[in-house]
């Protein structure tokens, strides 16, 4: 079964001059988006991925932090050191936080390849590029949990969908550029 058949075909995707805080009030309400925000250029080609984590990493530095885990810092002082980095930092592009190293996979790829490489990784989601470098979907974890489920309901379907684009159909494209 290839990816294209079964990934996500509308994964959360900004410009590269996009404010971090626009992705702030996003994960703080994902309702079905993905926790991965993929940045792109004009032309829909993938530059790199921001997630929860490198949200936090520019809100909630080590120092305060461990300061916080070892008793030096008390809870009020990281409130208002958090607090102060988010008013000096919220309109970052997004540019200047996102991850360049997540690995990617092509549309024609086999769905278990893109599997292991979730599981060599340690991570959630793979973007999904064309030939061109363009985003064109995502392969998740779900989407493989949704494969199983859906296997095990009607085993048949794949046997009769071998050769469509699309296994699942979406609830639509969530493009945001900025």
């Not at 995502?138 to 494969?147: G, I």
Request: hydrophobic content about 40%.
């Amino acid at each position: 079964m290839r990816i294209e058949q079964i990934m996500r075909h509308d994964p959360t995707r900004v410009g590269p001059d996009e404010p971090v805080s626009r992705l702030i009030e996003w994960y703080a309400n994902p309702g079905s988006r993905s926790r991965y925000t993929y940045v792109v250029d004009a032309d829909g080609k993938l530059l790199g991925v921001v997630t929860m984590m490198e949200i936090l990493a520019l809100f909630m530095e080590p120092e305060t932090i461990c300061g916080h885990e070892r008793g030096d810092i008390t809870e009020d002082a990281a409130l208002t050191r958090i607090s102060c980095a988010l008013m000096d930092r919220k309109d970052t592009p997004v540019s200047r936080i996102m991850r360049l190293d997540l690995p990617t996979v092509a549309p024609g790829g086999l769905f278990l390849d893109a599997r292991l490489l979730l599981r060599e990784r340690r991570i959630t989601a793979l973007p999904v590029v064309d030939a061109n470098g363009v985003l064109v979907g995502e392969m998740t974890r779900r989407v493989l949990v949704k494969l199983l489920d859906t296997l095990m309901r009607d085993p048949e379907l794949f046997t009769l969908k071998k050769d469509c684009k699309r296994l699942f159909e979406s609830a639509g494209s969530e493009f945001f550029v900025g």
